[in-house]
């Protein structure tokens, strides 16, 4: 992914140096609509709200950098906050464009944790606390909590039964996910307490709501009375219920705040049963729902009537409920405090509470708050309760600017307060970013027309229709529309939309499960696509691997986890596995009984290694550390051989659990608890919110899907947006709307004294702005194109209005506030009704492409042609993976060679013999090196891209890590980088070459290769060719015409800059030691071939540019001189040509060759240990 | 009557000419052929602490003492409960499961004596004046197969007989309800809930065996008996007031903790649905005698996405670990998840939602 996308607003932004796809502009674009005055502002406190799209974060920058040349304040006297990690990235990488690197590093650039962990650190002795204070991660924190388990209060709450390790998961994530919420809204215990009623009450009430749901069962449920269609019974029965609550509601007059307010709603619900049995009474013609309705009202048994969200009872019972919990959770939240404070540690929250009280401490705010003259807040919409705080103490002593878009806060449900931008004090002058630079302008208004309050967006973009596209769509159906919109896109089989490509293309989703449902269905349509990492989706296969071995360490009788690791790890066959388990009780006992392991097994070698591994690993676990024997385990196993991508990010998931056990007080070993410990919290991990709202990736060979939040931040050419309907897209929010209300929203609002009533308030309306703003996000990605796809609004059940009406209105003492039917959030209506007035006001906008889409979706993929016969699209395919999955089994080659001579020509072809067809050759000039040197090599290396030893690659990582040197290749590829950039930035002196080369070697982890650079770029300098006018760099080339030559010949050439004489030279840059012969130089000649054509002047010269140690020099020769070579690199090519695996030299080239397990190398070359170089 | 404490094949010799299939093993076999192998043709211990492990010794922690309580000597209702009470000490002490909290540990404890003790004040007692036998194996035998089902009691009713199966909750027995036709649709795949229809033909076998011991004529029950159905802290206790349900499965119990006894009958069900059981159970020990344990000759799209998840064998599975090497319809297991939010939904009482195919691990 490259930066330009990686955080809002940057369609201003130049491109990342070196990416060739995008055109290079210079890096001098002029602020546009009003960010001339953002960038001019001056006063102590500025907000400005930006749209999306509008470069806010550019922006922000450039004012930056204004203050410093314009304006002579000191770099180091501008304090930068910001949310995340990887925003204060972006911004760093945006100031050292800008600024350069000195005055971008002596910018004070932060998250509000790391600046918080920083003033901390500073003054820890005045606080009270060690320097090395203990920061307790989103890692560390599942192990504080489980060992606060055990002070929940299990009278409140039933433990249910023990899962591994003891405790229940459904408890333990309930109380994780209650001390989360508390830590993150800042309640303390004592405030939770003081809200409590006492336990004898609280007891009392759970009694109540139990007796009263039992009491409506007894009395008006329709059908456990058989009362159905009897209209005075039930309302008869609704009159004694009301006659209940009332004398239930006495009991509660004025004991506290909690049981007032369930008092008031037993009122409440005695005049809603009054009511019911009115209507029963006086309605002339009932409805079945009005007969159901009581029961749905006093026992929460909603059944039939679907559009109910919420009921009287319904919200008594999780109020209740929620209280049961908090009781029982309180006294382990206190406990997790306390094992804070005395750990000497602080949570992520526990750390900005502590630096806003320092600040408020007048003896040292003065200060700190001297240290800065500005501070700057970026993504301000993504703060929360506490950052706010923070941000309000350094408001005080510092000019601000807080940069932010509040459309676009979509995390509230991590803490994030969308009120903190709007409610900054009127002292802020407001300056309004409203110019987007990234979509066009008919999106954005579909957008903002959403809302009649919103002001438009205006787009910067000259009009470039159709920008909108419609497809009504059922659920079903969703995924072949999204895949036939996509295939269209690929095909440019859309009027008036040019073809696409894979990586112009993104589906956004509201949920995982849609993301999942449209990657199978493009799995099965064979699109390429790459779904971002899946939040909820369960342990990949390698971590099973990695904790099943874990597990036979420690309990080696786990038939279940030996026999994982043998089939996964080891490949060994279950038959094997059994007559080890037969043999002996346990694998390794079995493997001891065993007389003779050579017939008896299919695989000995393998077992042998396999058990081999284990004792090593055994013996190492009695004795070391987890985090140690995890090393070795890494080692002996090469594990990460047997990882996927995604299964690679979730072992670092255990790593940490790993490193932050290390940090614990006591180091163990590793025991069953240990191993109980890591299998649950990494579940836990695996779903953790970084995963779900970290940004997706962008790739560029394939379709994205992500889930908006993902998105968030970067943008495409074209975004789908599928399952636009109010139960898939409002379905988190929806979804057991009244249960959520009591996940502790509820709690935090009443203890906050936000809420009018915990019981009768109406809160639909925050949760519900949210998911407005989720689609607003989703909606502003697009660039280009727009596609929709949703239906209308489902009918809504019977039920809700019938409800509402009886509910007591504001003209009783004891209104309720809410609708039974909940909030609603009719996306595709309010979408089509924004759509209908684009097309009213711009038609060419807006297309309806339904029919064009349904068309696709029900056509026949046709048929292809596989050696003179037809086949059809569907069984070719299946074909294809038929064949996969027989690779993958090893059983490709068991088929009969008889029966289909297509098939069985295709099957034997992996496994040798004769085919005729030989793959596509392309030639290099280090092909041509290779082929010189070994013909096996060159095969390898050049035609099949032959993957390298294992053991020889990660030895040469493991090296380069531990040592700290640098390989020739590594000085060489520095050195071009630096060149290719310069090339691009237009960077003519010695000084901003070796800046870039700094800070190239730090981004690309070449640090130890910086020196020998940095020499290469100051001898670079004194060659004749660096004053020689460079009219390209990195210039790409291919010959596909070479007469008795087969392959194509492609590469790069380094540089091409005027001769003094008039023509052209083609150069290559060596960083090496020795200077090479003209006899050798195969490589002039070819790019002096291959570009011939290229330039409209000729090619005259060509020659080496020699920068290591062979230099400063610079070696040309004459095309006329180069031409007699010819016929040499025509035998060359030739060779490459015929190369033979067959064919293999050995020589001192046998040193570098990543292909020696093949048993062919000289003799000093070869590993002495088979596939193991290095076994420290 | 053999073997009462698992309908495993232990007896399933040559000497004998017929085949004996049990219950457990069909049951097995409809949720997940390869789960079959690995827990009876080629054993693997199930992993310490899986799911299937801690529902079985809940189970345990419960047939046990009951039994002991049905089998007392002595009329006196007093004495049944005392003598099950007992039993349930001495195994309690002897099977430990971890525990991280004291505080939990003596709740679980409180919870099963109370639901023992619920489960004789609930017909308990009734059941043990009429008791027939308790620990017992029913079976009948048919196209060459012996068919036997374990059954933990079987007591006379005014006309007929009552086999009952005791169980920690219902999770996994199937809801029978006003349908008629759930093997039926089983068997046509209409529906897919394996471990529930595996319960009915648990209730199926042994009905058939108890009129092949009793007489073809007498009415026969089967009944699934779950006294710890549902468990929570006892909140009345301390406000010393009484619900005044007179709900059948409502009980008090001792200060601490209030359980609910759940039941589920199958008398009518199993007359309802007799032919199709009769094929459903054909057709799956056919299947076994064939040896037949590839899943992927079911309906393996429906097994990865119900069974695996809750599969004591899931990490020795080769099947499971190829899919994750195959192309194409990659099996995606997970229901549904949420983008934002909290941990996944448990009842009042901490126990997750009957899902589709939670572990049962009543053998």
């Known amino acids: 992914m490259s930066d330009d996308n990686a ?28 960010q001339s005055a953002v960038i001019a502002a001056t006063g102590g406190a500025h907000t400005v709200e930006a749209v999306a799209g509008s470069g806010k974060t550019t922006t922000m920058v450039k004012r930056l950098r204004a203050e410093i040349e314009d304006r002579d304040v000191a770099p180091n006297r501008l304090l930068v906050l910001t949310f995340a990690n990887e925003a204060a990235h972006t911004i760093q990488a945006k100031l050292r464009d800008e600024l350069g690197p000195q005055d971008a590093f002596d910018i004070d650039v932060y998250t509000y944790h790391s600046f918080s962990s920083q003033l901390l650190t500073e003054y820890a002795y005045h606080v009270g606390v060690s320097p090395e204070f203990e920061l307790v991660t989103e890692a560390d924190r599942p192990q504080l909590i489980e060992s606060v388990y055990d002070e929940i209060d299990f009278s409140f709450v039933a433990p249910g039964a023990p899962s591994a390790g003891g405790t229940n998961e459904g408890t333990l994530s309930e109380l994780t996910s209650f001390i989360e919420s508390m830590r993150r809204e800042a309640i303390r215990p004592a405030a939770i307490r003081s809200y409590l009623p006492d ?50 509601a006495r009991e509660f007059n004025g004991d506290g705040p909690v049981q007032t307010a369930v008092g008031t709603h037993l009122e409440a619900m005695a005049e809603t049963a009054t009511r019911a049995a009115d209507h029963l009474r006086t309605a002339t013609e009932l409805e079945w729902q009005d007969y159901r309705l009581p029961e749905a009202m006093f026992e929460g048994e909603t059944g039939p ?10 919200r008594l019972d999780h109020f209740v409920h929620m209280l049961r919990r908090v009781r029982a959770f309180v006294g382990a939240y206190e406990a997790y405090l306390d094992a804070l404070e005395e750990r000497n540690a602080f949570d992520y929250d526990e750390l900005i509470h502590r630096t806003v009280s320092l600040l408020q401490d007048e003896t040292v705010r003065g200060d700190i708050l001297a240290e800065w003259d500005a501070v700057y807040c970026d993504e301000f919409q993504d703060t929360d309760e506490s950052q706010l705080e923070l941000v309000e103490e350094l408001r005080d002593g510092l000019d601000i600017m807080v940069v932010g878009d509040s459309d676009q806060a979509i995390h509230e449900w991590r803490g994030q307060d969308p009120e903190n931008m709007s409610n900054l004090p009127a002292s802020f002058e407001e300056i309004g970013l409203e110019l987007n630079f990234r979509s ?20 910067y973009k000259e009009p ?40 112009d293309i993104a589906v956004l989703v509201r949920r995982n499960q849609n993301a999942r449902d449209v990657a199978a269905q493009l799995d099965r349509d064979s699109i390429p696509y790459t779904l971002s990492s899946d939040a909820a989706g ?4 390698g971590v099973r691997t990695v904790l099943s071995y874990f597990r036979i360490l420690v309990s080696p009788d786990d038939d279940v986890s030996w026999q994982r690791v043998l089939l996964h790890l080891y490949r060994i066959p279950e038959a094997d596995i059994d007559t080890l388990l037969t043999a002996g009780e346990t694998v390794p006992e079995g493997y001891e009984a065993l007389t003779d392991a050579d017939t008896a097994l299919a695989r000995p070698d393998r077992v042998r290694d396999a058990l081999a591994d284990y004792d090593r690993l055994r013996s190492v676990s009695t004795t070391h550390s987890i985090s140690e024997l995890y090393r070795h385990f890494k080692r002996e196993t090469r594990i990460d051989w047997f990882l996927r991508e995604s299964d690679r990010d979730a072992l670092s998931n255990v790593e940490r659990l790993i490193g932050a056990f290390n940090d614990s007080p006591v180091q163990s070993g590793l025991t069953p608890a240990f191993v109980d410990y890591l299998e649950r919290q990494a579940h836990l991990l695996s779903a953790d919110d970084e995963t779900a709202t970290s940004p997706g990736s962008q790739s560029d060979d394939a379709v994205d899907i992500m889930t908006v939040h993902q998105a968030k931040g970067l943008d495409f050419d074209t975004v789908l947006l599928p399952f636009l309907t109010e139960s898939e897209f409002g379905h988190i929010t929806l979804e057991n709307y009244q249960r959520d209300l009591y996940r502790y929203d509820v709690l935090v609002d009443d203890i906050q004294g936000e809420l009018d009533d915990p019981l009768r308030a109406d809160c639909s309306d925050d949760q519900i702005a949210e998911e407005w703003r989720v689609l607003h996000v989703a909606l502003t990605r697009a660039k280009e194109r727009l596609f929709l796809f949703g239906n209308d609004v489902e009918d809504a059940g019977p039920g809700a209005d019938l409800l509402d009406t009886h509910l007591p209105d504001e003209t009783s003492d004891t209104p309720v506030h809410w609708s039974a039917e909940g909030p609603r959030l009719p996306v595709w209506d309010a979408l089509m009704d924004s759509y209908d007035d684009l097309a009213d006001r711009t038609p060419s906008a807006v297309r309806d492409s339904t029919d064009a889409v349904n068309r696709g979706v029900d056509e026949d993929p046709g048929t292809i042609t596989y050696y003179q016969s037809e086949v059809t699209t569907e069984r070719a395919l299946e074909t294809v993976l038929e064949f996969a999955d027989e690779v993958v089994a090893g059983t490709l080659a068991n088929d009969d060679p008889e029966t289909d001579a297509a098939t069985s020509r295709f099957a034997d072809a992996p496994l040798g013999g004769t085919v005729d067809a030989e793959l596509a050759r392309q030639h290099s000039h280090t092909a041509l090196e290779a082929v010189r040197n070994c013909e096996r090599k060159h095969v390898l290396d050049h035609v ?23 390989t020739p290749a590594d000085v060489g590829s520095l050195f071009h980088a630096v060149a290719e950039l310069a090339y691009w930035r237009d960077y003519d002196d010695r000084g901003d070459w070796r800046t870039a080369c700094t800070r190239l070697a730090q981004s690309r982890d070449l640090q130890p290769a910086l020196e020998p650079a940095l020499d290469c770029i100051d001898r670079y300098f004194e060659t004749d060719g660096s004053r020689w006018p460079a009219v390209g760099s990195e210039v790409p080339i291919t010959a596909t015409d070479i007469p008795d030559v087969a392959g194509d010949v492609t590469g790069y050439v380094d540089t091409v800059r005027r001769h003094p004489d008039g023509g052209l030279a083609v150069l290559d840059y060596k960083t090496s030691r020795t200077r090479n012969e003209l006899e050798e130089s195969h490589q002039l000649q070819l790019y002096v071939r291959a570009c011939r054509d290229r330039f409209d002047d000729p090619i005259t010269h060509a020659g080496y540019v020699y920068v290591g140690e062979a230099g400063p020099a610079t070696e040309l020769f004459a095309v006329s001189e180069l031409e007699p070579l010819w016929t040499d690199v025509l035998d060359d090519l030739q060779a490459a040509d015929e190369s033979a695996f067959e064919n293999a030299t050995p020589g001192s080239h046998c040193r570098f060759c990543e292909h020696r397990s093949l048993g062919c190398p000289q003799a000093e070359f070869s590993y002495e240990d088979e596939f193991r170089v290095d076994r420290r | 009557m053999t073997d009462p404490n698992s309908d495993a094949p232990t007896n399933a010799e040559p000497a004998t000419e017929t085949t004996t299939i049990t219950a457990t093993e069909l049951a097995t076999h409809l949720v997940c052929p390869r789960r079959y192998e690995f827990r009876f043709e080629r054993p693997l211990s199930a992993r310490e602490g899986s799911r299937d492990r801690v529902r079985a010794r809940r189970r345990e922690l419960l047939r046990r003492p009951i039994i002991a309580g049905l089998r007392a000597d002595g009329d006196a ?35 099963v004596a109370a639901a023992i003790e619920a489960y004789f004040s609930n017909g308990g007692h009734d059941h043990a004046e009429r008791l027939v036998d308790a620990d017992t194996t029913l079976g009948y035998e048919r196209d060459g197969i012996r068919y036997e089902a374990a059954v933990d009691a079987v007591v006379e009713r005014d006309r007929g007989y009552l086999a009952i199966r005791y169980v920690p909750d219902l999770t996994g027995i199937l809801h029978v309800s006003w349908s008629d036709s759930h093997v039926r649709d089983f068997l046509d795949g209409r529906k897919y809930y394996p471990r529930q229809i595996g319960s009915f033909v648990r209730a199926g076998v042994a009905i058939r065996g108890l009129k092949a011991e009793f007489g073809i004529d007498l009415p026969c029950d089967f009944a699934y008996v779950a006294p710890l159905a549902e468990s929570r802290p006892a909140y009345e206790f301390a406000s010393g007031s009484k619900s005044e349900s007179e709900s059948e499965s409502e009980s008090a119990s001792e200060p601490g903790v209030h359980v609910d006894i759940a039941r589920r009958h199958f008398e009518d069900a199993y007359e309802e649905e007799r032919l199709d059981l009769v094929e459903l159970i054909g057709d799956r020990a056919a299947a076994i005698r064939a040896g037949e344990t590839d899943p992927r000759e079911r309906r393996f799209d429906e097994i990865t996405a119900t069974a695996c998840e809750y599969c004591a064998y899931r990490d020795a599975c080769p099947d499971h670990l190829a899919a994750e090497v195959s192309f194409g319809d990659r099996p995606r297991s997970r229901s549904q998840s949420r983008v934002s939010g909290d941990a996944d939904d448990t009842t009042e009482h901490g126990q997750t939602q009957d899902t589709a195919d939670a572990p049962t691990g009543d053998d």
Not at chain 1, 948 to 961: L, Q, V
């Open chain 1, 7 to 34: 955080t809002d607003g940057d369609a201003t932004a130049e491109p990342e140096f070196g990416s060739r796809s995008r055109s290079a502009e210079p890096n001098t674009v002029e602020p546009k609509g009003n």
């Open chain 1, 199 to 248: 336990d004898e009450a609280l007891r009392a009430l759970l009694d109540l709501v139990g007796d009263l749901k039992q009491m409506a069962h007894d009395v008006i449920n329709v059908d456990a009375n058989d009362i159905m269609w009897a209209d005075d019974e039930l309302a008869e029965r609704c009159d004694r219920l009301s006659v209940v609550y009332r004398a239930k």
């Open chain 1, 305 to 314: 009537l679907t559009s109910i969200a919420q009921t009287p009872m319904g």
């Open chain 1, 440 to 459: 066009r302008q008919p999106i954005l208004d579909l957008a903002t027309n959403l809302d009649p309050e919103k002001d438009a967006i205006e787009a």
């Open chain 1, 464 to 503: 470039n229709p159709p920008n909108v596209f419609k497809v009504d769509s059922e659920g079903e159906r969703t995924p072949a529309q999204v895949s036939t919109t996509i295939s269209h896109l690929l095909t440019g089989r859309f009027e008036d939309v040019p073809d696409r490509d894979l990586s």
């Open chain 1, 538 to 541: 369960d342990l990949g296969h």
């Open chain 1, 944 to 966: 099949v891209d032959a993957f390298p030893d294992p053991i020889a690659g990660t030895a040469t990582e493991s090296t380069r890590t531990h040592t700290h040197t640098h």
């Open chain 2, 77 to 111: 209702a007093a004495d049944r409960v005392d003598a099950a009470l007992e039993r349930f000490d001495r195994h309690w002490h002897s099977s430990r499961e971890s525990y991280l909290a004291d505080e939990q540990e003596r709740y679980d404890e409180e919870a």
